[in-house]
């Protein structure tokens, strides 16, 4: 591996969509080099893990959750193959909630569908929830100094993420952005909704 000598560490700045956006907020409370952070259309996987799409579980399913991942894990070891959880459809009935309707227009088209993306063709091990379910990411985030912005659609099934994780944030140096008419998946691609301005603006104060 090589490492750049001209590197600035006064000038590290990090972009996190989705579910990375969440763990790149979580790095900038734990890597203080970080000195700003974009959050778009962000997930707290750990509380989505733990709690179910809008908070929906408490402690008793979640407890039935973990019985069951946890007698899937020796599944997985006597078959020698990990089970899958499950994924998004093939075909649309109509009947799905909208954010899978939002998924499906991403993933299963030509906007975002690879044939190698697990999120395309398949899906994630049934039991790689049960690390998120356990240690949530963002539990020290009240403790970033350094610049954060968070952008999130103001149709997006997932804003109460950003906003709540917002609201933990301190400092005059934090901004929430929301996107007029803008969906979760509309800020993976849509040119006509990511605030490509907005976002250099805040790159070139903070860095």
């Known amino acids: 591996m090589s490492v750049q000598s001209d590197v600035n560490p006064d ?7 989705c579910g990375f956006g969440g763990m790149g907020l979580n790095a900038a409370a734990t890597d203080t080099r970080i ?23 408490d402690k008793e399913p979640r407890y039935e959750l973990r019985k069951t991942l946890n007698a899937q ?6 078959n020698g193959t990990y089970a899958k959880a499950s994924g998004l459809p ?7 909630p909208q954010f899978v309707k939002d998924y499906y227009g991403y993933y299963k088209t030509k906007r975002g ?9 398949g899906n994630w091990n049934m039991t790689s929830s ?42 005059d140096n934090k901004e929430l952005w929301i996107i007029k008419d803008a969906n979760h998946v509309d800020l993976y691609d ?9 976002i250099t603006e805040f790159f070139q104060k903070n860095l």
């Not at 000038?11 to 969509?17: R, T």
């Not at 093939?90 to 799905?96: F, I």
């Open 90 to 96: 093939d075909k649309l009935t109509g009947d799905e």
């Open 190 to 198: 849509n040119l006509d909704k990511i605030p490509f301005d907005k």
């Open 35 to 57: 000195k700003a952070t974009v959050t778009s259309t962000m997930y707290d996987m750990s509380r989505v893990n733990a709690n179910g799409y809008f908070d929906s579980m």
């Open 73 to 78: 894990r020796i599944e997985d070891f006597k």
């Open 113 to 121: 569908f690879h044939n190698r993306s697990i999120n395309s063709n």
């Open 11 to 17: 000038k590290i700045g990090i972009i996190g969509i």
């Open 130 to 171: 049960l690390s998120f379910i356990n240690m949530p990411i963002l539990t020290y985030s009240d403790e970033i100094k350094s610049a954060v912005l968070m952008l999130h659609g103001e149709k997006a099934h997932s804003r109460y993420f950003s906003e709540d994780a917002f609201k933990k944030l301190q400092g």
